[in-house]
């Protein structure tokens, strides 16, 4: 047969559609249906080039099912039939060339369905820009070109989001953090936060800021987590490069920057991803798993290719384009199973019976595993609210891969514990000492975080029983537990202040109540925690490793006390922190420690520089020779109210 044909060398060729692929290359397209297009935002969505010689802008979009699919814009009078795109062979992209037109045009896609009556106008998927709500246009941008002044951080942070490290993280909205009441209680934008933040977080002794999702989404009135623009960072406080502004100054203050990332669903407005080309795309196409109940949006398909894709290629882009130090994952239980807030009836088993998400699970362990290839000195969290077990251990010992965990247990019990009136602790006391036998099996985070100040549970000085004395000297305490607890910390703004409502969206934090004095103190002892913690290695070197952590006396229910050390790499490197939840001081109360000759109070939250009642211990205490809780040694100290107190041997 192939000698009867005249010139043809391969039959390969025979019927080979040929197909220009305008700025993308065969390649692109191969690795993009496979699903290993990593940095496909590079030529995905809207982006200046020529064509000919010809200045202006390729466009291409995912609508594998549309019949028909334009560019429609003010520059064309939004006329959906001036630049009619050409689909890309069967790759399912569409792609248009318009000339004239740069950085600034206002555009969507008009696309309608091969496959029903369908007809919409719909944002880009990979838009790096947006019209302000309630408008809704994708803007051509060029998010190249920024002047990065944060190489010193880059090139250290790998010492900055081990396991090994201390981290503690404040946890920011970032429409809500701070306003500008005088004038008319605006937003204040990226560039005008920024200084204001850097300085506030280095004087507050942070090590890292967390963003509330900065993905555009189109409700002011919420936390952020309805994404609808995933490559965009919100256009309320100003364009790509002002929010680089704030991550590049952030850095130059050696403040690390962690933003939520929201994979686990998406929202359902008419021009974002859902039912984007006329046909279930994004999400699932059986009803059984496409919607979440509890908030009314749609799920990923992360068994789709192109779908894990866009999610994957769209974590690397923050933390390439924007520096980004480190990914909080929301909503991961929602992921890992199938009946999520399902009732019967409205799920179906996987393969093998369960009701894990097979697909999800190997999304999420793809996810990490590309991040850490690509980006090992980023971290990547997880809210994750079960008992899955492996969360944050490696994919190549069966975990998930995650770097840390938040842990939603311990922040569950510790604030049903502190809610309650001290004469009560004493019957709750194993609330307290349960996180202890879990402690070691995931890498955690200890949040105090968002969900505890909304949504009328109050806000974290308000949970704290007593007058405000005690609820005070509650939340020093409860902050002194968190940072001698094994773990890393987070706290959302606020909270470290002592403000007394929950957040609220249209208002700032309660900055005024740091005019009066219980207040600045409060703040004061936050910043104590924090330089206390990063200047001992104790509280941080072994999070993670039985070595780190050593209980006293755990058994003391009676007087509510709890008694336990913090170890760093030698005998002589550790703390012994006790703690008291009652309001009554107790004198020569006893500690057994390992270690004979002098110890000092390097800590306690009862001082008067920090609210209390300034009940404290001689500058040096000796160590008797006597045996308690089955150490050779005993101080006898004093415990204030309703605090903690930290000792340590003098070298």
């Not at 934008?189 to 963003?211: C, D, Q, W």
């Not at 005690?470 to 020093?476: D, H, T, V, Y």
């Not at 470290?496 to 207040?519: A, M, N, P």
Request: charged share 25%; hydrophobic share 35%.
């Amino acid at each position: 047969i192939i000698n009867k044909l005249d010139g043809v060398e391969n039959m390969n060729s025979i019927n080979e559609e040929i197909v220009d692929y305008g700025n993308l290359t065969e390649m692109d397209i191969y690795l993009f249906r496979e699903g290993t297009f990593y940095k496909s935002w590079e030529k995905l969505g809207a982006h200046q080039g020529e064509k000919d010689g010809v200045k202006g802008v390729w466009f291409n979009v995912w609508a594998p099912n549309a019949q028909y699919l334009s560019v429609i814009g003010d520059f064309n009078q939004w006329n959906k039939g001036a630049d009619q795109m050409n689909p890309l062979g069967h790759s399912g992209i569409w792609q248009c060339f318009i000339p004239e037109i740069s950085k600034g045009a206002i555009y969507k896609y008009y696309i309608e369905s091969a496959k029903s009556l369908y007809s919409n106008e719909k944002l880009d998927p990979y838009g790096f820009y947006f019209e302000v709500r309630p408008k809704s246009a994708s803007i051509v941008w060029d998010i190249d070109g920024y002047d990065w002044n944060d190489q010193e951080w880059m090139e250290k942070r790998i010492h900055s989001n081990k396991c090994n490290c201390p981290v503690s993280i404040y946890e920011v909205h970032l429409g809500s953090w701070m306003r500008a009441p005088e004038e008319e209680n605006r937003w204040l934008s990226y560039r005008e936060i920024a200084p204001k933040l850097a300085e506030y977080v280095k004087e507050m002794g942070f090590t890292h800021v967390e963003f509330l999702p900065v993905s555009e989404h189109p409700l002011d009135a919420s936390w952020g987590y309805q994404t609808l623009g995933y490559f965009a960072p919100t256009s309320r406080f100003g364009t790509p490069q002002d929010f680089m502004y704030l991550v590049d100054l952030l850095h130059q203050n050696n403040i690390g920057v962690i933003i939520d990332w929201v994979p686990a669903h998406f929202p359902k407005d008419g021009h974002g991803l859902a039912y984007f080309d006329g046909t279930f795309l994004y999400e699932h196409l059986d009803p059984r798993l496409r919607e979440h109940k509890d908030w009314g949006t749609n799920v990923f398909n992360y068994g789709r290719t192109e779908v894990a894709n866009f999610l994957i290629s769209n974590a690397l882009f923050w933390l390439e384009i924007y520096h980004i130090d480190g990914l909080r994952v929301d909503a991961v239980a929602s992921m890992l199973y199938l009946d999520y807030s399902r009732k019967d009836g409205e799920w179906y088993p996987n393969k093998f019976g369960g009701r894990e998400n097979l697909e999800a699970i190997d999304f999420i362990k793809r996810f990490n595993e590309i991040v850490f290839q690509y980006y090992p000195e980023c971290m990547t969290y997880a809210e994750e609210s079960t008992s899955w077990a492996m969360v944050s251990r490696p994919t190549y010992l069966g975990g998930l891969g995650f770097g840390f965990k938040w842990n939603m247990g311990w922040m569950h019990d510790t604030l049903l514990y502190f809610s309650k009136e001290p004469i009560y602790r004493k019957y709750h006391h194993n609330t307290l000492t349960f996180s202890m036998i879990y402690a070691f099996h995931e890498n955690f985070v200890l949040p105090f975080s968002h969900d505890e100040v909304v949504h009328g549970k109050g806000s974290l000085i308000s949970k704290m029983p007593g007058d405000n004395w005690q609820k005070f000297a509650n939340l020093r305490l409860l902050f002194g537990y968190m940072f001698t607890h094994v773990g890393k910390k987070l706290i959302f703004m606020g909270c470290e202040i002592g403000q007394w409502h929950e957040w609220y969206h249209e208002e700032s934090v309660h900055w005024h109540l740091l005019e009066e004095e219980k207040h600045i103190k409060l703040k004061k002892w936050v910043s104590k925690l924090n330089l206390f913690y990063k200047e001992n290695p104790a509280l941080y070197l072994y999070d993670f490793d039985y070595r780190g952590f050593e209980w006293i006396d755990c058994n003391d229910s009676e007087q509510s006390i709890l008694l336990y050390i913090r170890k760093g790499e030698n005998t002589n490197d550790i703390l012994v922190c006790a703690a008291n939840f009652t309001p009554v001081p107790r004198h020569n109360y006893k500690i057994g420690v390992t270690l004979e000759g002098k110890w000092e109070e390097v800590l306690n939250s009862d001082l008067g520089e920090f609210g209390g009642s300034n009940i404290k211990n001689h500058q040096f205490i000796e160590a008797e020779k006597k045996a308690m809780h089955g150490r050779d040694f005993c101080l006898y100290v004093t415990l204030p109210p309703l605090s903690i107190v930290v000792f340590k041997p003098v070298r």
